[in-house]
T-cell receptor, first 112, second 111 residues
Framework: DAGVIQSPRHEVTEMGQEVTLRCKPI?????LFWYRQTMMRGLELLIY????????DSGMPEDRFSAKMPNASFSTLKIQPSEPRDSAVYFC??????????FGEGSWLTVV | AQSVTQLDSHVSVSEGTPVLLRCNYS??????LFWYVQHPNKGLQLLLK??????LVKGINGFEAEFKKSETSFHLTKPSAHMSDAAEYFC?????????FGKGTTLSVSS
């Protein structure tokens, strides 16, 4: 299996621009998670989906952040408009039944 | 609520010496616990997991962890460090559906 695939791996954008991060979970996994990693706050759960339905979005920091999962093999995390404090590594992860969650390699976002 | 506390933010060892990364957990029921490793500019890789079977859990790359309920601990050990072990290590507890991460411990290995 190819694992969880994220794109882009690196993104540098100007403040105010829209940023879209993409994720393809492992085939057959019915849970998908978006995490954010920063030096100050460590790894935080932003939102997760079960069977393409958002279950808990309490970790989404502001209305500027939105996430969608239109089908079982694709999810997006969008930031509009982006701000410098959004600079972080964004991880997508997925799992099926059982406990093991598999992570993608992350999207390194820098907002200047 | 579930939580984990990694007791050291940074651990430095010499190559060939033992590694000990400490983690305490808090959970109202029998927890599922994990250790993940993150190498520089890389994603998160599962090292090992505890899910109420054997209390001594063996993982990849020679790492193991022991679940001690009486001490609410899940420390990660390795008998002999290798240069390639230098990375960030996260102790993690499963809280409901998602994972709750500790703050991480940076392991440095010197030759």
């Amino acid at each position: 299996d190819a694992g969880v695939i994220q794109s882009p791996r690196h993104e540098v954008t100007e403040m105010g621009q829209e940023v879209t991060l993409r994720c393809k979970p492992i085939s057959g996994h019915d849970y998908l998670f978006w995490y954010r990693q920063t030096m100050m706050r460590g790894l935080e759960l932003l939102i997760y989906f079960n069977n393409n339905v958002p279950i808990d979005d309490s970790g989404m920091p502001e209305d500027r952040f939105s996430a969608k999962m239109p089908n079982a093999s694709f999810s997006t995390l969008k930031i509009q408009p982006s701000e410098p404090r959004d600079s972080a590594v964004y991880f997508c992860a997925s799992r099926h039944s059982g406990n093991t969650i598999y992570f993608g390699e992350g999207s390194w976002l820098t907002v200047v | 609520a579930q939580s984990v506390t990694q007791l050291d933010s940074h651990v430095s060892v010499s190559e060939g010496t033992p590694v000990l990364l400490r983690c305490n957990y808090s959970s109202s029921y029998s927890p599922s616990l994990f250790w993940y490793v993150q190498h520089p500019n890389k994603g998160l890789q599962l090292l090992l997991k505890y899910t109420s079977a054997a209390t001594l859990v063996k993982g990849i790359n020679g790492f193991e962890a022991e679940f001690k309920k009486s001490e609410t601990s899940f420390h990660l050990t390795k008998p002999s460090a290798h240069m390639s072990d230098a990375a960030e290590y996260f102790c993690v507890v499963k809280g409901g559906t998602a994972l709750i991460f500790g703050k991480g411990t940076t392991l440095s290995v010197s030759s």
